[in-house]
Structure formats: structure tokens, C-alpha cells
């Protein structure tokens, strides 16, 4: 007879994203994972897989997950300007509040695993395309709406509030100063004016 889980993969998965987003792919230890995930490690195996599926399986939710994000604030927002500004809000917001000082798991895994692992490059490689897509698409709404000049460039402000916002997250891990990171965001949307 087959053993019926006592958990919740969903729940379970949540619980492996955060302890691979504040450790790091490398260490966390298997161990980490079956005391942390409050499983046995044979459950463990069975549902995810080893180390690795269990890592790119959270990623993914991740991944997912911060996609998400950033299309309801996009899509909320009548004005662009509103909707970037509600963005690096959030993210600042983010940074006060992040007592393990995570940043983003995306860029912790870049600067992890890059170089030496081609298939997180790739999943890295693509990540980034999408995102940059983002903002880049969400700068030229702001053009076709006449919020900006239509002299503006949208994929290179795309692409520059992109990497304002990585770099913020990357910034925020040693230095949270709100003031700085407002001041930031200010510096990176007065490109819009």
C-alpha cells in the first residue's frame, strides 16, 4: 500500500525557496534541507528529486512568482511613472524589512553559479530577457500614452530602470539607508522627464 504524504509540496517547496535564497545553492546541505523542510530525507527524494530539482524547482516558483509581481503592479497602475515608482518602492521597502538581508535570489544565483553551470546560465539568460521585456514594454506604454516624450528611448530606459533595480536589490544587502535607495530611484526615473 502506498504511503499517503503528510505535507504540503506547495508549502514544502515555499520552505526550500527561502532556505536556498538566504544560504545559497552551495551551502545548503541536504540536511539543511530535511531539518529546515521538517521531512524525512527519503520524502524528500521521492517528491523532488536530489539537491539540484529540489533548487531549480524553488527557483522556478521564484522566478514565477516575482514575474508575477511585476505585471499586477505594471498592469495596476493607469500612470507608468506611478507604476515604476511603486516598484523600487516595493523593493526598498523590501530591503528594510529583509532582517537576513537576502536581496534577490536571482542575482544571488547569478553570482553564485556563473560561470561554471550552462543550464542555470541559460534559465539566467532567459530570466532576464523576460524581465528586461518588462520594463522595456512598460516604458514604451508610457510613450504610446504620450506620459513621455516620445523622443525617449524605451529599451534603453527599460533596460537601465532594469538594472537600477537589480543593482538596488544587490546594493540593499549591505547598505538598506533609505534615504540612498530613494535617492536612487529618484537619480534612475528623472531619466523619464
Known amino acids: 500500500m502506498p504511503r499517503v504524504k503528510q505535507f504540503n509540496e506547495k508549502e514544502i517547496l515555499n520552505k526550500a525557496m527561502e532556505l536556498f535564497w538566504e544560504k ?4 545548503t546541505s541536504m540536511q539543511n534541507l530535511v531539518s529546515h523542510l521538517g521531512i524525512n530525507r527519503a520524502s524528500l527524494y521521492d ?3 536530489g539537491k539540484e530539482e529540489l533548487f531549480n524547482k524553488a527557483f522556478t516558483q521564484y522566478r514565477s512568482a516575482t514575474g508575477n509581481m511585476l505585471k499586477a503592479i505594471f498592469d495596476k497602475e493607469d500612470s507608468v511613472r506611478t507604476g515604476l515608482k511603486k516598484l523600487f518602492d ?3 521597502e523590501e530591503a528594510l524589512t529583509d532582517k537576513a538581508r537576502k536581496g534577490c ?3 544571488n544565483t547569478t ?4 560561470p561554471g553551470d550552462e543550464a542555470i546560465h541559460k534559465v539566467l539568460s532567459d530570466n532576464k530577457t523576460n524581465v528586461e521585456s518588462l520594463f522595456i514594454n512598460y516604458v514604451q506604454k508610457g510613450i504610446d500614452r504620450g506620459e513621455f516624450s516620445s523622443s525617449k528611448n524605451a529599451e534603453s ?3 537601465m530602470l532594469f538594472t ?3 543593482g538596488m536589490r544587490v546594493l540593499a544587502k549591505v547598505d538598506s539607508n533609505p ?3 530613494n535617492s536612487m530611484v529618484q537619480a534612475g526615473l528623472s531619466v523619464l522627464d
Do not use: R
Open 90 to 92: 516595493i523593493a526598498i
Open 164 to 166: 537600477l533595480y537589480s
Open 24 to 27: 545559497g545553492f552551495h551551502a
Open 157 to 159: 530606459i527599460g533596460l
Open 47 to 49: 517528491t523532488f528529486g
Open 111 to 114: 553570482t553564485e553559479l556563473i
Open 105 to 107: 535570489f536571482v542575482v
Open 179 to 181: 534615504d540612498k535607495l
